[in-house]
């Protein structure tokens, strides 16, 4: 039976399309919008957070981003979720994502993206610079990791990645001074030539993002 990945345009389904792209993984792929009226009673059962990604085989679901790149890495028998003696280094890298750079994108990225996407609300400024001192933080210690490498773990590009990456898709909209940066702004091109990462809902069925409304 074929996996099907339920996703949406926004960053955590981005990233789990981008990868299953980028791993050439044979699945369907199908827009979900389970927050949407009339959309839980179906999602619920499958994801009791009713977020996605939702990666769905047969009786078997599984979500959470990450654990879906785990998944689909290990069905390509790929070493793009590293399982030899990187892995550590790999889920260090993951684990510091979330609860730094990524985390500190993602503050930014919900105040002046998704809750003006979503009507959730004004922008808190507060929250902005809260964000903002997060993220020149963890960028400078990405930035010196990046003066000596090209990719965060081993030679070449790896779920960590990714990972990190996972809301600078969107900086049109949440305006983080990536480019104070140049090493974070040389990997960040590196993952732009590739095809899986920069165009990951190429020839899918799924509408745009609802826009943005300008600043009053
Ligand atoms: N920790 C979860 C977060 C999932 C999440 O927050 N998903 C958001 C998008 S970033 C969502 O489902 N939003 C509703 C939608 O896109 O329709 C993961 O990494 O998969």
Known sequence: MMMKLFFSRNPNPRLAVAVARYLKSAIDFEYASPFAPGESEKFRPLNPNLSLPILVSGEHVLWEADAIACRLSRDAASDFWRTGDDEPEMIRWISWAKDNFMRACDIVHFERGTKQRYALGPIE?????????????????????????????????????????????????????????????????????????????????????PPIAPPR
Not at 131 to 155: K, P
Not at 158 to 166: L, P
Not at 176 to 201: H, K
Request: hydrophobic share 45%.
């Open 125 to 209: 400024e507060e929250k902005v610079a809260e964000g903002l001192a997060r993220f020149h933080a963890a960028a400078t210690i990405l930035e010196s990791e990046f003066h000596a490498r090209q990719w965060l773990v081993g030679e070449s590009v790896s779920y960590a990645d990714f990972r990190m990456a996972a809301f600078l898709p969107f900086n049109d909209i949440a305006r983080l001074p990536v480019a104070d940066y140049p090493a974070i702004c040389r990997w960040y091109d590196r993952l732009e030539n590739i095809d899986a990462w920069r165009e990951p809902f190429k020839g899918l069925d799924a509408p745009d993002l």
